[in-house]
């Protein structure tokens, strides 16, 4: 099973719609991600968080939300779907007890369709 | 403004030859440089990490260089196979003030397609 696991890992769906895209993790991180990758640009954070008290907006956190629900679960929101929100989304988790040599920790992506 | 580059932004291969990927980042100051592989449609998996003092690392046939004083990167792929073929992503973190790791700086990647 993997480590990092996301859900779901497709979805379509219309314009002003909810979407929940869940991320659970087995490796008892305590930082959690979300970023969202489109054809060109690269990955781009939503939002992280630190521990389940501590959240952050990212670069291009308009139109998201997020909730830590335990340690090991970080969800991600789009209240109102929108077209250009169509990408892949990735969520991650690093361990801070590494210190300056943290490595990112990737799921195996949600690709999200917004008609 | 912290920035990492990359290139090319693509390169076309034949399988068994070599090849070198780029990075060149601002990003001050610096604490460490990450290479990701990203297989299409998957999540990146680290290969690499590069801290300030060290110049050369291998994992395998892939080797990266890190000259800080230029802020240059490269990533060198040697006798390239099929399974290469993927994305290549410099990831460069900056210090806090505090000494802790501050943000993950991405770059664009470079699309690499090893072909037989």
């Known amino acids: 099973d993997a480590d990092v696991t996301q859900t779901p890992r497709n979805r379509i769906t219309k314009t002003g719609k909810r979407i929940m895209l869940e991320c659970s993790q087995t490796?008892?991180?305590?930082?959690m991600y979300w970023y969202r990758q489109d054809p060109g640009l690269g990955l781009q954070l939503i939002y992280y968080?630190?521990?389940?008290?501590?959240?952050n907006k990212g670069e291009i956190s308009d139109g998201y939300s997020v909730s830590r629900q335990a340690q090991a679960k970080f969800s991600l929101s789009l209240e109102s779907a929108i077209p250009n929100q169509t990408a892949l989304y990735f969520c991650?988790?690093?361990?801070?007890?590494?210190?300056?040599?943290?490595?990112?920790?990737f799921g195996e992506g949600s690709r999200l369709t917004v008609l | 403004k912290n920035q990492v580059e990359q290139s090319p932004q693509s390169l076309i291969i034949l399988e068994g030859k070599n090849c070198t990927l780029q990075?060149?980042?601002?990003?001050?100051?610096?604490?460490?440089l990450r290479w990701y592989k990203q297989d299409t449609g998957r999540g990146p998996v680290s290969l690499t990490i590069?801290?300030?003092?060290?110049n050369t690392k291998s994992n395998g046939r892939y080797t990266a260089t890190l000259d800080a004083d230029t802020k240059q990167s490269s990533l060198h792929i040697t006798a390239s196979q099929l399974s290469d073929s993927a994305s290549y992503i410099c990831?460069?973190?900056?210090?806090?003030?505090?000494?802790?790791?501050?943000?993950?700086?991405f770059g664009k990647g470079t699309k690499l397609s090893v072909k037989p």
């Open positions: 991650a988790t690093s361990d801070t007890r590494t210190g300056l040599v943290g490595e990112l920790f």
């Open positions: 490796k008892g991180h305590d930082r």
């Open positions: 968080s630190f521990d389940v008290k501590d959240i």
């Open positions: 990075c060149n980042y601002t990003v001050s100051p610096f604490s460490n």
């Open positions: 590069m801290t300030f003092s060290e």
């Open positions: 990831v460069v973190s900056g210090m806090n003030y505090g000494g802790s790791q501050g943000n993950l700086i």
